[in-house]
């Protein structure tokens, strides 16, 4: 069992930065892909990013790819999403999620999910 605790959201004008953390609890953290997905008002939840076990391999959805950065340090059982050149179109509520493997860092196959931060980017 994963439980997984998102923070860092908040209000930023457009072109900001913030950075979002996501604290795992369970001794088997380091076995986990992790990932970032979000969801807007009356959408579906969408990928962002995912990270491999190791932090040797990562994955971007094409709208974020050269603006954000995902990185882990497993020693602190944290999973990092930062977020800079921020856009209107961000705004969010962003969740951390685990699954067994970066290719599976699907809506559908995510093992574990967070409850959620909000991002809000302001024009």
């Known amino acids: 069992q994963v439980q997984l605790a998102e923070s860092g959201g908040g209000l930023v004008q457009a072109g900001g930065s913030l950075r979002l953390s996501c604290a795992a609890s369970?001794?088997?953290?380091?076995?986990?892909?992790m990932g970032w997905f979000r969801q807007a008002p009356g959408k579906e939840r969408e990928f962002v990013a995912a990270?491999?076990?190791?932090?040797?391999?990562?994955d971007y959805a094409d709208s974020v790819k050269g603006r954000f950065t995902i990185s882990r340090t497993n020693a602190k059982n944290t999973v990092y999403l930062q977020m800079n050149s921020l856009k209107p179109e961000d705004t969010a509520v962003y969740y951390c999620?685990?699954?067994?493997?970066?290719?599976?860092?699907?809506?559908?196959?995510?093992?574990?999910w967070g409850q959620g931060t909000q991002v809000t980017v302001s024009s």
């Open positions: 369970g001794r088997t953290f380091s076995s986990y892909a």
């Open positions: 999620a685990a699954t067994g493997a970066i290719a599976l860092m699907t809506r559908e196959s995510v093992r574990y």
């Open positions: 990270i491999s076990w190791t932090g040797g391999s990562t």
